[in-house]
């Protein structure tokens, strides 16, 4: 709200800007405190002090004055979802909808090395590069045989501490494991009763067959030993046992 | 537009994977490995040269630089991205707050001021017309 009533300040009609001989462009006397209820607040000089084009010339003769126009509605402002406004939604959902992965090494799996580490530790960050870009030519030219022979290097492996390019961060390693340990993690409440469900299948499944192996380990005892169906009741709790 | 950076793409692929041969030969040098070695060093300035060709393709693409702090401090740019995109919604949603606020106070005030001063309104209305509904 930038417009400014007179009538706030205890002008009545007559009193109003062109009744006090206010022009265009002429600066406002103080306010005259005829009525002190009214005119506990003065302009602010500031206020009134604007420059002539933010004025409406067709206001200076109603009892209003600085009325501004209006701003443009057509105008984009924060009262519409900008992401949706620049289409956004896919990036909005694809990074802030799932957990984005913390190290370097997971946005680029590929990259051989130990990459999760600062860059100002090695001298390897971009921003160096960026602020002290190295002295080169700008072209690049292929080797001459000449110049190969300064790459003549001596037999053997390596010092341990030039060995960097074998290392790689433990990402898979931490995969592999993750894996295996899903089914050991503590699940959330609905899956104990599908566990639950699928154990009772299971039992379901296995009963037929263990009825099956009691009866056919019955009837091979009792084909065996007709005259001792005393042991074939010791029977059962051996199988359970298995 | 995606053509340029899978161009890119592809040529940074080969070269690391030239590199990382390279440091192959180098961490056990065997005589044997010379001419191998001369090879991939003129194949890592051949690279080079494809890489510098595509810079001419990418001149409209601006990166930010905070992005690249992300990657100097071993973390995911993709996290940057991330954090500007909350930081927009959250901003938004205080400025539409804060717009929301102010279209009330206008209607309250107004709707006030006519009670109280209902033939300067009637005017201010005339000039400006009815406001819209909050």
Redesign the interface.
């Known amino acids: 709200?930038t417009?400014i009533?007179s009538?706030l300040y205890g002008q009545t009609?007559a009193q109003g800007p062109s009744a006090m001989g206010f022009g265009p462009g002429k600066p406002l006397p103080p306010p005259v405190p005829q009525n002190p209820v009214h005119m506990a607040v003065p302009i602010p000089h500031q206020l009134v002090d604007e420059g002539p084009p933010l004025r409406?010339p067709?206001?200076m003769n109603?009892?209003?004055y600085l009325?501004r126009e209006?701003p443009m509605e057509t105008e984009l402002?924060?009262?519409t979802?900008?992401?949706t406004h620049y289409n956004?939604e896919h990036?909005?959902n694809k990074?802030?909808g799932k957990k984005?992965?913390?190290?370097?090494s997971?946005?680029l799996p590929?990259?051989?090395g130990m990459?999760?580490?600062?860059?100002?530790q090695d001298g390897s960050?971009?921003?160096s590069l960026?602020e002290k870009p190295p002295v080169c030519n700008n072209?690049?030219?292929?080797?001459t045989g000449t110049m190969?022979t300064g790459?003549?290097?001596?037999?053997?492996?390596?010092p341990e501490q030039?060995?960097l390019?074998?290392i790689q961060p433990p990402k898979k390693k931490s995969k592999h494991k993750h894996r295996h340990h899903r089914p050991q993690d503590p699940l959330p409440p609905e899956t104990p009763s599908d566990s639950d469900h699928k154990k009772k299948k299971k039992k379901k499944d296995d009963d037929p067959d263990r009825k099956k192996k009691k009866k056919d380990k019955k009837k091979k005892k009792n084909r065996h030993s007709p005259d001792h169906p005393g042991t074939t009741s010791s029977q059962p709790s051996s199988s359970s046992l298995r | 537009m995606a053509e340029k950076f899978d161009n890119l793409e592809e040529h940074l692929e080969k070269f690391i994977e030239n590199i990382r041969q390279l440091g192959i030969i180098v961490s056990d040098f065997q005589p044997s490995s010379q001419t191998g070695l001369n090879q991939k060093l003129n194949l890592m300035i051949t690279g080079l040269q494809d890489i510098e060709k595509c810079r001419q393709q990418l001149n409209d693409i601006h990166v930010p630089l905070e992005a690249f702090e992300y990657i100097d401090q071993g973390r995911n740019p993709q996290l940057y991205t991330k954090e500007c995109l909350e930081r927009a919604l959250a901003k938004n949603e205080q400025v539409k707050g804060k717009i929301d606020t102010m279209t009330k106070f206008k209607s309250l005030l107004i709707s006030e001021l006519g009670k109280v001063f209902p033939e300067e309104m009637a005017k201010y209305k005339a000039i400006h017309g009815d406001d819209p509904p909050s």
């Open positions: 709200m417009e009533f009538s009609e409406k067709a206001a109603e009892p209003f009325v209006l402002t924060g009262n979802n900008l992401i956004l990036a909005y990074f802030c984005v992965k913390e190290k370097l997971n946005f590929e990259l051989p990459i999760d580490t600062q860059g100002l960050s971009l921003r960026i072209s690049f030219s292929p080797l190969l790459f003549r290097l001596h037999t053997g492996p390596l030039y060995r390019m074998h």
